[in-house]
């Protein structure tokens, strides 16, 4: 049986080799940034099914449905799926679904937020938004990483869950390009003419320093293919670019200016302020999407997620 963290694109396949190369920064494992060119399959959009509550069996039974409400629900890990790096390793993609429609979370790693083996900190979330965040980190595993399942356990109100992240062929993805319709996430710099970051988010982009209190600015530059998804009977426009801001791990509060300020329609640099309440390290996390939207409507493609490094003094 299928985990029920999510449920995979049910799609035709239409296989061809694939072409990478490898451009931009190395990760703290040592990869590159890479884009691809791949011929993608018909995708449909990947449903959230529900989550296998954590001890009770050993299969992948369906948790019972569980109504959303504002506060008290649980938190689900959402496995995205799998795609081959050049060097031969694998990336897991991964995201969540906060069950409540307000309640943000934070749960520290540990007991209560754990991927095993090899943890509990496999760069994961700690703060947890409402509602469903797509793609927010990777895993890199080796490339006899084989049938191998690491899993991943949340508990928040007193509600635990598990999910298996696994190189199961139907979690295939390409989230670097979808090369059957013309589309690429779009491309991120912190710096004016600086080095891109396309796709999941496998580096830390950029590091700043700030502190308690003090207005730090953090300027993006956006560029896109302006990709114009196709809508059927209808006329379609240049898309809009997106951008969201939200903290993905630290210790304290941070305010922005505005989490999710308007993008020029034909890209460029867009400036977000952020506030921090105390001192320590934190990760921030950019979301840039195009047309296709947030987790690209289910076809895992084409958004780019950029995670920033803030170091607040006291």
């Given at each position: 049986?299928?985990?029920?963290?999510a449920?995979?694109?049910k799609?035709?396949?239409?296989?061809s080799?694939?072409?990478?190369r490898?451009?931009?920064p190395?990760?703290?494992?040592?990869h590159?940034?890479?884009t691809a060119?791949?011929?993608?399959?018909t995708?449909?959009a990947?449903?959230?099914?529900?989550?296998?509550v954590?001890?009770?069996s050993?299969?992948?039974?369906?948790?019972?449905?569980?109504p959303?409400?504002?506060?008290?629900?649980?938190?689900?890990?959402?496995?995205e799926?799998w795609y081959?790096?050049?060097?031969?390793?694998?990336?897991?993609?991964?995201g969540?679904f906060?069950?409540?429609?307000?309640?943000?979370?934070?749960i520290?790693?540990?007991?209560?937020?754990?991927?095993?083996?090899?943890?509990?900190?496999?760069?994961q979330?700690?703060h947890?938004?409402?509602?469903?965040q797509?793609g927010?980190?990777?895993?890199?595993?080796?490339?006899?990483?084989?049938?191998?399942?690491?899993?991943?356990t949340?508990?928040a109100?007193?509600?635990?869950?598990s999910?298996?992240?696994?190189?199961?062929?139907?979690w295939?993805i390409e989230?670097?390009?979808?090369?059957?319709?013309g589309?690429?996430?779009p491309t991120v710099?912190?710096?004016?003419?600086?080095?891109?970051?396309?796709?999941p988010?496998?580096?830390?982009?950029a590091?700043f320093?700030?502190?308690?209190?003090?207005?730090?600015?953090?300027?993006?530059?956006?560029t896109?293919?302006f990709?114009?998804?196709?809508?059927?009977?209808?006329?379609?426009?240049?898309?809009?670019?997106?951008?969201?801001?939200?903290?993905?791990?630290?210790?304290?509060?941070v305010?922005?200016?505005?989490?999710?300020?308007?993008?020029?329609?034909?890209?460029g640099?867009?400036?977000?302020?952020?506030?921090?309440?105390?001192?320590?390290?934190?990760?921030?996390r950019?979301?840039?999407?195009?047309?296709?939207?947030?987790?690209?409507?289910?076809?895992?493609?084409?958004?780019?997620t950029?995670?920033?490094l803030?170091?607040?003094?006291?």
């Amino acid at each position: 049986m299928r985990s029920v963290g999510a449920v995979p694109n049910k799609r035709m396949r239409h296989r061809s080799n694939s072409s990478l190369r490898a451009s931009g920064p190395v990760d703290l494992a040592g990869h590159g940034v890479w884009t691809a060119s791949v011929v993608v399959r018909t995708r449909l959009a990947v449903l959230l099914a529900g989550a296998m509550v954590a001890g009770a069996s050993s299969s992948y039974g369906q948790a019972p449905v569980i109504p959303v409400r504002d506060f008290g629900q649980s938190v689900i890990g959402a496995y995205e799926g799998w795609y081959p790096n050049p060097d031969g390793s694998f990336t897991l993609l991964a995201g969540y679904f906060n069950r409540n429609k307000e309640e943000q979370l934070d749960i520290p790693v540990g007991a209560n937020n754990r991927i095993e083996p090899g943890g509990p900190d496999r760069g994961q979330p700690t703060h947890f938004l409402p509602r469903r965040q797509w793609g927010v980190f990777t895993i890199t595993v080796p490339a006899d990483f084989g049938d191998n399942v690491l899993t991943w356990t949340l508990t928040a109100n007193g509600q635990s869950t598990s999910i298996p992240l696994k190189l199961d062929p139907q979690w295939a993805i390409e989230p670097l390009e979808d090369a059957a319709m013309g589309n690429a996430p779009p491309t991120v710099r912190f710096k004016e003419g600086g080095v891109a970051v396309q796709g999941p988010p496998r580096v830390v982009a950029a590091s700043f320093e700030t502190s308690v209190g003090d207005p730090l600015a953090l300027p993006l530059w956006v560029t896109d293919d302006f990709y114009l998804r196709p809508t059927a009977g209808a006329a379609t426009t240049r898309p809009p670019l997106g951008v969201g801001w939200s903290k993905f791990r630290g210790q304290g509060e941070v305010t922005f200016d505005d989490a999710q300020p308007e993008v020029p329609e034909t890209g460029g640099l867009v400036t977000v302020v952020a506030t921090f309440d105390n001192a320590g390290e934190y990760l921030l996390r950019a979301e840039v999407t195009d047309t296709t939207g947030r987790g690209g409507g289910g076809s895992q493609c084409c958004w780019t997620t950029a995670h920033v490094l803030v170091t607040v003094r006291p």
